[in-house]
């Protein structure tokens, strides 16, 4: 549809229509002008609380990270409870829920923090918090004793990241689990394809050693 020009004098007429209407209903018109500042400062207030809402929530945040970093786990779970108490649905909420998930794992509840590690891989926001999360809860299942959960739980992350910074250390996981599950030529095939990958990693000297342990040449 080609869009209607409005000619001069038109414009004009429509102009002093408005101009005509406001005179004519000038309460009303002070209602709607009304109206509307009254919206723009209670939308300005709002969006000013929630940003010193969200810095509330991230200062006290690192309140409960620093207790959890000194060993203190009874202070660190009281602060994290007593966080979102306050600050639930805030921009910090999915890293307290990792710091939760840290402090289950930190108190050897591998389950548990499994479970939040989980949830994060999931459904963590922003996006960037998955991956971590997803690591996080393949160690937290190992470490458990889930191996075969955690096999998957590496595989899962080399298949969804294969670029991030963490797949080597996944790689390395998932070579040992290989190992541990009884699986030398599948953990050989796996150090062998991270010394191709991964030529200068701090971990390439393990994987050359490995290799070497389970009777495979190393690549150079």
């Not at 989980?118 to 190992?142: F, H, K, M, S």
């Not at 599950?181 to 095939?189: I, L, R, V």
Request: charged share 20%; aromatic share 10%; net charge neutral.
């Amino acid at each position: 549809m080609t869009p209607t020009i409005l000619s001069r004098p038109r414009l004009e007429q429509l102009i002093q229509q408005g101009v005509q209407w406001i005179r004519a209903h000038r309460e009303q018109s002070w209602a709607i002008a009304g109206t509307v500042v009254g919206a723009v400062v209670i939308l300005s207030f709002v969006i000013q609380r929630r940003q010193t809402e969200n810095n509330e929530a991230w200062t006290q945040l690192g309140v409960s990270q620093g207790y959890l970093l000194q060993g203190q786990t009874g202070e660190a779970g009281k602060a994290l409870d007593l966080w979102f108490s306050r600050f639930q649905g805030t921009s910090a909420e999915s890293y307290a829920r990792f710091l939760r998930a840290d402090l289950l794992y930190g108190t050897t509840d591998y389950a548990g923090a499994a479970r939040l590690y989980g949830e994060l891989a999931q459904t963590g926001q922003p996006p960037d918090v998955r991956p971590l999360a997803l690591a996080a809860q393949c160690a937290a299942e190992e470490t458990s004793g889930r191996l075969a959960e955690a096999q998957a739980l590496a595989q899962r992350f080399l298949d969804s990241y294969p670029d991030h910074f963490l797949a080597a250390s996944i790689y390395i996981s998932q070579a040992r689990l290989a190992e541990l599950t009884g699986d030398p030529s599948n953990a050989t095939a796996i150090y062998d394809r991270f010394v191709v990958l991964y030529p200068q990693s701090p971990w390439t000297d393990l994987a050359r050693a490995r290799l070497l342990a389970l009777g495979a040449p190393a690549k150079k």
